[in-house]
């Protein structure tokens, strides 16, 4: 098994899929890591994600100042996947939308990629980690399909 299983899942799954890049490796400031902002730019604006930058040193395990939201959900980029999380997935739709992605958009962030209605035993999915770009641009689409509002800021 690779050091990065469920990175390893979605490529061996979906060899033609784009997985993310390790960007965690990359240490020190976002300053001293432009190539970072710009590679999360790249793959926040292919799935027309919203891009806020902020003014605070990152803490998180990648070093940037951005943050992601869209349709009420917010994206944080990690070692080489999204953690997503929002209010929710309908169970009918997450359960729909795994039958397709569920190897390269994991419920939960379970390396085991578990349906949503195993998982999560009927309630609605609130938390995914997103390990492709078609997976993160699939996950957008699916919000915009039930967001009511149809905009991608939040209230």
């Known amino acids: 098994m690779s050091l990065n299983p469920s990175n390893g899942i979605a490529q061996r799954t979906n060899p033609e899929a784009h997985v993310f890049p390790n960007l965690a490796r990359k240490r020190g400031s976002v300053e001293e890591n432009p190539d970072v902002n710009i590679q999360i730019e790249k793959e926040l604006t292919e799935a027309g994600i919203e ?36 209010p929710g997935i309908p169970p009918n739709m997450a359960e729909e939308f795994h039958q397709k992605w569920g190897t390269q958009v994991r419920v939960e962030g379970h390396c085991g990629c578990p349906s949503p209605i195993e998982y999560c035993h009927g309630f609605a999915v609130g938390s995914y980690h997103i390990d492709t770009q078609e997976g993160l641009n699939a996950f957008v689409a699916l919000l915009a399909s039930i967001d009511t509002r149809k905009t991608s800021t939040p209230e």
């Open 51 to 86: 891009i806020h930058r902020f003014r605070i040193r990152a803490t998180g395990e990648v070093p940037t100042d951005l943050s992601a939201i869209s349709h009420g959900w917010k994206f944080e980029r990690r070692w080489y996947y999204y953690a997503a999380e929002g």
